[in-house]
């Protein structure tokens, strides 16, 4: 993808642009990890580490297979099953279309900056119809991250019984990030109870409301630090199973 450049005649005389080039960036470069690491399909697997992008392993094919549903006629990257999941998520979350709007369409660049397109529809048009799907790809995220969350109690499952290692701590990281960006969701703050009218009748839904709340306010945040927590744990299972580097055992 790519940014929509054209003139943009505003008063500003502050460095506007800064945020939407880092964004571009960023998400650029995650892109092209994420596309270059599923087409692998090797090193993705250091016991007792597996890699979050691989994760479930659900083909017969796979280096660590949890879940074996495809037989072995499937002969790609095992990472093409599950891929989607995470992604759709990501790509429907409300913070992150915010984020890619503004920055690969300047769909408004900034606040006081015009848009780049003349005419603004929306997510009224296909493809943007379909983010209004973000609800579901969180129920499917949180299976997702249920399996996340097995893998990493399994990387604390050594050949001679627990253990902790660097590789452990990484994958808790991980999971713990993931977590926090998937309970701060918009998604998960309403259909725990930001759609009910009133909480009088509902004492325990307003805590977890309110807790949510409070954890969407840095959704954001969240949502930026699990993404280069999923490329760190990739890269640190990966350079284990090649041999580049060995992991630190703790105790």
């Not at 890699?51 to 083909?59: I, M, Q, R």
Request: with cysteine; hydrophobic share 50%.
């Amino acid at each position: 993808m790519s940014t929509i450049v054209r003139s943009t005649p505003t008063e500003r005389v502050d460095r506007w642009w800064i945020e939407p080039l880092l964004i571009v960036s960023v998400l650029t470069f995650f892109s092209i990890y994420a596309l270059w690491a599923t087409l692998q399909n090797g090193f993705y697997y250091a016991a007792p580490y597996l890699s979050p992008f691989y994760s479930p392993c659900l083909a017969q094919n796979c280096a660590h297979p949890e879940l074996p549903l495809i037989g072995s006629w499937w002969n790609l990257s095992p990472a093409f099953l599950v891929l989607g999941v995470p992604l759709g998520f990501r790509v429907t979350c409300y913070y992150y279309r915010k984020a890619y709007y503004r920055s690969f369409f300047w769909s408004p660049p900034a606040c006081a900056v015009p848009d780049a397109r003349p005419r603004f529809s929306g997510e009224t048009v296909f493809p943007f119809l379909l983010q209004n799907i973000h609800r579901y790809f969180f129920w499917l995220a949180l299976v997702v991250l249920a399996f996340l969350w097995w893998d990493t109690l399994l990387g604390f499952r050594f050949p001679n019984g627990f253990g902790v290692g660097l590789g452990s701590l990484v994958l808790l990281a991980n999971v713990g990030l993931l977590s926090l960006y998937s309970l701060s969701c918009h998604s998960c703050r309403h259909l725990c109870g930001g759609y009910l009218d009133s909480f009088a009748r509902s004492p325990l839904r307003y805590r977890l409301w309110r807790t949510l709340t409070r954890l969407n306010a840095r959704h954001g945040l969240f949502a930026w630090l699990s993404l280069f927590s999923v490329i760190a744990a990739d890269l640190y299972v990966r350079l284990v199973a090649m041999g580049a580097i060995q992991d630190i055992r703790l105790f």
